[in-house]
């Protein structure tokens, strides 16, 4: 899995968070491991100043996984 907040006026990758970095391989692809994730890239964005995104699920239905990763950053406190 891997998610990337994008600044889409400037064209370019602000946080990114994804299972193939070497301190994320050991979270699976589960609902669980989604929101592990979320969280992460959630912390990620408040700390390079990102409180707010848009969220652009790229055709996948909202539920399962991509639900899970949103709900995660949610949680760490990232507004949609």
């Known amino acids: ?3 990337q ?5 400037a064209a370019r990758t ?3 968070a ?8 050991d ?4 609902v669980e491991g989604a929101t592990r994730l979320g969280e992460i890239l959630g ?4 700390d ?8 652009d699920r790229n055709g996948y239905l909202y539920h399962g996984l991509v639900k899970a ?6 949680k760490a406190g990232v507004k949609f």
Not at 18 to 25: P, S
Not at 43 to 46: A, D, Y
Not at 48 to 55: K, L, S, Y
Not at 69 to 74: F, S, T
Request: glycine share 8%.
């Open 5 to 9: 907040v994008i600044d889409d006026v």
């Open 43 to 46: 912390k990620r964005c408040l």
């Open 27 to 30: 979270i699976k692809n589960t």
């Open 69 to 74: 990763i949103a709900d995660g950053a949610r």
């Open 14 to 16: 602000l946080v990114s």
């Open 48 to 55: 390079a100043g990102v409180t707010t995104v848009v969220f």
């Open 1 to 3: 899995m891997y998610v």
């Open 18 to 25: 994804g299972t193939v970095e070497k301190d994320l391989k």
